[in-house]
């Protein structure tokens, strides 16, 4: 008598995988809804006008996102030690896909990326997510968000050279330090 396996049942998609496909279809339903209502309203002349104007709009965005970065690694490069410099070339980046996608509903929230006070809100929409992503309690590999924000906070606690200084501070005893309070006795090398 032959034993049959039992067919394994496929793993549950989680809500987001679940949600993303209807979020998408509907997104799109709205966005040639709006571009027909639009080119009633101009004719589909200048409707067409308008959409390929957005490309180039969006691509100069991204062409003047990708030069502030270029500068930005250019000085971080001549001066390692200073602070990394605020560029937002990801949410600028963002903005100009957006834009270069058809559509006048992806063109209104490329806007939001662009615009200083909406800018920020998204930023702070964004922190809470990655914050609320790094507190996951999921194991590795069932979240593919949880464990990708994971590693980019270990690698963020890397120094620049690739090498981690792992070690504890410790506070010497009280009067230990010199006159000028700066600890100058022997310290044996600190070894691998």
């Known amino acids: 008598m032959s034993q049959q396996a ?22 799109l339903v709205l966005e040639v809804w709006l571009v027909t209502v639009v080119a009633g309203w101009i004719g589909w002349f200048l409707t067409l006008l308008l959409l390929v104007g957005g490309v180039f709009l969006g691509g100069t965005v991204i062409k003047r996102a990708g030069a502030r970065a270029f500068r930005a690694a250019v000085e971080l490069s001549k001066d390692p030690q200073s602070a990394q410099p605020q560029t937002g070339t990801s949410m600028t980046v963002l903005a100009g896909i957006l834009l270069m996608i058809p559509g006048f509903l992806s063109d209104l929230l490329a806007v939001t990326f662009l615009l200083p006070p909406t800018r920020a809100l998204w930023r702070a929409v964004g922190r809470r997510i990655t914050g609320s992503a790094l507190r996951s309690t999921s194991p590795v590999g069932a979240d593919r968000f949880a464990d990708a924000m994971r590693l980019q906070e270990q690698l963020r606690i890397h120094r620049p050279d690739g090498k981690v200084v792992q070690g504890e501070v410790v506070d010497p005893p009280h009067g230990s330090a010199g006159p000028s309070g700066s600890d100058t006795g022997y310290r044996p090398p600190i070894t691998p």
């Open 6 to 27: 039992t067919p394994a049942r496929p793993a549950r998609r989680g809500r987001l995988a679940r949600t993303v496909p209807l979020l998408v279809a509907a997104w």
